[in-house]
């Protein structure tokens, strides 16, 4: 299986609320990410865990949190959603090779909307 | 984080003929070049990639070609068809993949 799978797909969230996305795979993949993307936008990487180690993207860093449980499951959330946040998430996973990437495996998203 | 950059944003082409697309980076350390394909209502996927000791790789009506030098690489799509159509991402990857904007690519028939 080679899927990753996000819950839920949609999501209406009100200004100032949190939100809680989840994210999971069973590839056995070391390295799972959050992507964030707007429309005519390219994706924006938010923060990506490798094994427990959590790593935040500087301009994001305050915005987004993360929790990853065990190796197949990875959250985003957000403690209090802005209209802004308004955009796909996209969940990614992949396996790490010594010194090069290996191919990224993406979710279909979860599409927020903040009212 | 890295810069890549991806030209052009739409790209209308006839059906049987042949669609380019060029991205640039900023970061000479990134190593590995994915290129994914959107459809809409789907996630990307990936169609092709090409790693920093490569220059050219081939599959499947699909070339990419790689300047390490000029920190330029591009996706050509030969024989181009109207299941062609979709949103094309290049990226970069030192250890996180960064994207380009991407490409809207119309094969009209």
């Known amino acids: 299986d080679t899927t990753v799978k996000q819950n839920p797909r949609y999501k209406l969230a009100r200004v100032g609320k949190p939100v809680n996305l989840i994210c999971s795979q069973t590839m056995n993949h070391d390295t799972m990410y959050w992507y964030q993307k707007k429309p005519n936008q390219a994706p924006k990487l938010l923060l990506f865990?490798?094994?427990?180690?959590?790593?935040r993207e500087a301009d994001t860093f305050e915005k987004f949190q993360s929790s990853r449980p065990n190796n197949s499951f990875c959250s985003l959330y957000i403690g209090s959603a802005g209209l802004e946040y308004s955009a796909m998430y996209l969940c990614?996973?992949?396996?790490?090779?010594?010194?090069?990437?290996?191919?990224?495996?993406f979710g279909k998203g979860t599409r927020l909307t903040v009212v | 984080g890295e810069q890549v950059e991806q030209l052009p944003s739409i790209l209308r082409v006839q059906e049987g003929s042949s669609a380019s697309i060029n991205c640039t980076y900023e970061n000479s350390a990134s190593n590995y070049f994915p290129w994914y394909k959107q459809e809409p209502g789907e996630n990307p996927k990936l169609i092709i990639d090409?790693?920093?000791?490569?220059e050219r790789k081939q599959t499947q009506g699909l070339i990419v070609l790689l300047d390490k030098k000029a920190k330029r690489f591009s996706l050509h799509i030969t024989d181009t068809q109207p299941g062609d159509s979709a949103m094309y991402f290049c990226?970069?990857?030192?250890?996180?993949?960064?994207f380009g904007d991407g490409t809207q690519l119309v094969v009209k028939p």
């Open positions: 865990y490798y094994d427990k180690i959590l790593n």
């Open positions: 090409i790693r920093s000791n490569m």
């Open positions: 990226a970069a990857s030192e250890g996180r993949i960064f």
């Open positions: 990614a996973s992949s396996r790490s090779g010594t010194g090069a990437f290996t191919e990224v495996f």
